[in-house]
């Protein structure tokens, strides 16, 4: 599975930015997409993730009611909207994917692909 995040910018605090993912190559045994983030000298944090099929989604806890994940199955595509940045929002977002069915979405090595990553940088 290859995963191609799209999206990341400058932007300032209160603003919007979504981030898009299309994923391609053998992601029939997909099961879990979603983004994780990591800022200098911090581990990587979950963001979101959300299923391929029936799409239920998880949100870590410091963006819950800011950011919304979906996904476009006939585009194999999910994107991330974020809404009213704040700066401890800048990292260095993933898109990962994973093919277990009972993955615990929190952890990092539940995750079998992992996407280059795109910068997200918000000003205060």
């Known amino acids: 599975v290859q995963l191609q995040a799209s999206g990341g910018g400058l932007v300032q605090a209160g603003d919007s930015l979504r981030l898009s993912c299309a994923a391609s190559?053998?992601?029939?045994?997909?099961?879990?997409i979603g983004w994780f983030r990591q800022s200098p000298g911090k581990e990587r944090e979950f963001v979101a993730a959300?299923?391929?099929?029936?799409?239920?989604?998880f949100y870590g806890d410091s963006v819950k009611g800011r950011f919304t994940i979906s996904r476009d199955n006939t585009k194999k595509t999910v994107y991330l909207q974020m809404n009213s940045l704040r700066p401890e929002d800048t990292a260095v977002y993933y898109c990962?994917?994973?093919?277990?069915?009972?993955?615990?979405?929190?952890?990092?090595?539940?995750?079998?692909?992992w996407g280059q990553g795109t910068q997200v940088t918000v000003s205060s």
């Open positions: 959300i299923t391929w099929t029936e799409g239920t989604t």
């Open positions: 190559g053998r992601t029939l045994g997909s099961y879990f």
């Open positions: 990962v994917s994973s093919h277990y069915v009972h993955a615990i979405v929190r952890v990092p090595s539940e995750y079998n692909y």
